[in-house]
């Protein structure tokens, strides 16, 4: 962790925070923009889930693709943790394993801005409530 010295650092990552916690939790409309969950139940943490949230955050920020990025429990597929669920407006939801910093670098670039699948896709095994 960076240490503070003084009232401009402070005020840096307070900054920082804010756009990430905004890009997080955008409330407005998220059904019109890309959405996506990341496992952070143990299974996923303990394989690295944080570090692709917090790159995930980044980067859809710095390329600015409104996104609402949030986290969830288990999905049930701790076999191929980090997962993470992704929505584009208007479609159905395409579960991502084995998520890496790079994964999710292909998934912006192929996915979310162009619809091109790619390898790694998990097969939905649940029903949302809305299906019912």
Known sequence: MTKIT???DLRRIKSDVEVKMN???RSESPES???IRVAMATCGIASGAKIVMDYLVNELDKRNIPAVVTQTGCMGYCYAEPTIEVTRPGQQPIVFGY???KKADQIIEKY???GELLEGIIPVN???IEGK
Request: glycine share 0%; proline share 0%; no cysteine.
């Open 6 to 8: 003084s009232l401009a």
């Open 23 to 25: 890009l997080r939790e």
């Open 33 to 35: 923009m890309v959405q």
């Open 99 to 101: 998520v890496d910093s």
């Open 112 to 114: 979310i801005k162009n």
């Open 126 to 128: 649940y029903e949302n």
